[in-house]
C-alpha cells in the first residue's frame, strides 16, 4: 500500500534575517553629514560612508570624526523580495596634513554585499549606525531606488528540487545545485552538509532529517565549487516522522536545503 497519496514539493523562499529593526531608530543624527556612495558593479553592492571636518582640536565635529569607533548598515531590500542584513564596514582613518584649522581629517567606513541569493532590488533601505569611543550613537537614514531585475544578479548556487525514486515503503528526495558565483565565500558551517523537512497540510514540522544529531563543529567548503558545475544531493526518507512513526497517507510538503553559511540554500 502506498502510504502517501501526494507529495508536493514547495519551493520556499530562503532568505533568513540576520538582523530586523523592530522600529524606526530613535538616534540623533551626526554633528557631521557623511558622503554616502551606494554602488553595484558586477554583483557586488558597495557601501561606501566618508566623514570628513576641519582639524579643530577645539571643536565637536573634529572629536566625533577622530572618535568614530564602529559604523554598522542595515539593509533592508523590497520589493519581489523582502530581506533585512546587517554590514559592517571596515574603518580608514586619514588627514590632509597635521597644521589646526587648515588640514582636515577623516573617517571612511567601506562594505561589500555580494547579495549571495541573487534577489531582485527595487528599493533599498539604509539605516546607517555610527558609535564613537565616548558611548555616543549617531544614524542616517537613505533610501534608494536600484530596480536590480531578477536574474541581473544570479545567486551563488541554484537548487532544483525533484524526486529521484519512489516505492511503497521510500522516497528519495534529490536536490541538484548549479554554481553561478562565489567561489569560497560560501561555507558549511558543521558536517551536515543536505538538511530535508517534511511538513504536513497544517504546516506542522512532521519529519527533519537533523532531529536527534549531532554534527561536527568543522567548517567545509560549499560543492559545487567551480562556476557552472553541478552536485546532486540525495537523501532517502523511510516515510516516518521524528517519533518513528509512519506517517498517514495525505498530502505533505517537503522543503530541501543545502546547509550553507551565509544562508542556506533552500528549495
Not at 538582523?19 to 556612495?37: C, K, N, T
Not at 562594505?111 to 532590488?121: D, F, K, R, S, Y
Not at 521510500?170 to 562565489?182: C, D, E, K
Not at 561536527?216 to 516515510?239: D, H, M, N, S
Request: aromatic letters at 8%.
Amino acid at each position: 500500500m502506498v502510504r502517501l497519496l501526494a507529495l508536493t514539493l514547495g519551493l520556499l523562499v530562503s532568505c533568513r534575517t540576520v538582523q530586523h529593526p523592530q522600529q524606526q531608530s530613535r538616534l540623533d543624527a551626526p554633528p557631521v553629514p557623511p558622503q554616502v556612495g551606494l554602488s553595484v558593479e558586477r554583483g557586488v553592492l558597495t557601501l561606501d560612508v566618508r566623514f570628513t571636518t576641519l582639524r579643530d582640536t577645539t571643536s565637536p565635529q573634529h572629536h566625533f570624526v577622530f572618535g568614530i569607533d564602529s559604523i554598522i548598515a542595515l539593509l533592508q531590500v523590497r520589493g519581489q523580495a523582502r530581506f533585512d542584513t546587517t554590514l559592517y564596514l571596515a574603518l580608514i582613518n586619514g588627514t590632509s596634513g597635521f597644521q589646526e584649522k587648515i588640514d582636515s581629517i577623516g573617517t571612511e567606513g567601506i562594505a561589500h554585499w555580494t547579495n549571495p541569493l541573487g534577489l531582485p532590488i527595487d528599493t533599498l533601505h539604509c539605516e546607517i549606525r555610527i558609535s564613537t569611543l565616548t558611548r555616543k550613537q549617531y544614524v542616517v537614514q537613505i533610501d534608494t531606488v536600484l530596480a536590480l531585475p531578477r536574474d541581473s544578479m544570479p545567486p551563488f548556487v541554484t537548487v532544483t528540487p525533484f524526486i529521484d525514486a519512489q516505492t511503497d515503503s521510500s522516497i528519495t528526495f534529490a536536490l541538484l545545485a548549479r554554481r553561478n558565483r562565489g567561489v569560497g565565500e560560501d561555507y558549511h558551517p558543521t558536517s551536515e552538509r543536505f538538511r530535508i523537512e517534511i511538513y504536513d497540510e497544517r504546516g506542522v514540522l512532521r519529519f527533519a532529517s537533523n532531529a536527534g544529531m549531532d554534527f561536527l563543529q568543522v567548517l567545509a567548503p560549499v560543492e559545487p565549487r567551480r562556476r557552472g558545475e553541478l552536485k546532486r544531493y540525495t537523501f532517502e526518507w523511510p516515510g516516518y516522522d521524528n517519533e518513528g512513526n509512519i506517517l498517514p497517507p495525505g498530502r505533505y510538503t517537503a522543503v530541501l536545503s543545502i546547509v550553507a553559511k551565509p544562508y542556506p540554500y533552500t528549495a
